[in-house]
Nanobody
């Protein structure tokens, strides 16, 4: 059973930083794509970042380019989301997702339980 457990959310002032972690287990995929979605109140879920296990290629949503970074520690089966220069519009529940294919984080397969990030102005 695939399990994704997020941590690291919280309350931060605008301009501050947070690092989210996603501990993944139960994988049997040779290659996969893992990343982050977010959902703000009253808005649809948005794909934020994704990284492919096959070649390390990454996808960043335009709204976070230059501010957010995704990285992985394969030895720990953990993916990190470093968020800098946070804005109030980054306030959302952040979800870790994984696809059993290395191309794109579609959000159609496995999800974590989410962690709340709140950015105050």
């Amino acid at each position: 059973e695939v399990q994704l457990v997020e941590s690291g959310g919280g309350l931060v002032q605008a301009g501050g930083s947070l690092r989210l972690s996603c501990a993944a287990s139960g994988f049997t995929f040779d290659d996969y794509a893992i990343g982050w979605f977010r959902q703000a109140p009253g808005k649809e879920r948005e794909g934020v970042l994704c990284i492919s296990s096959s070649d390390g290629s990454t996808y960043y949503a335009d709204s976070v380019k230059g501010r957010f970074t995704i990285s992985s520690d394969n030895a720990k089966n953990t993916v990190y989301l470093q968020m800098n220069s946070l804005k109030p519009e980054d306030t959302a529940v952040y979800y870790c997702v994984v696809d059993p294919y290395p191309y794109y984080c579609s959000g159609q397969y496995y999800w974590g339980q989410g962690t709340q990030v709140t950015v105050s102005s």
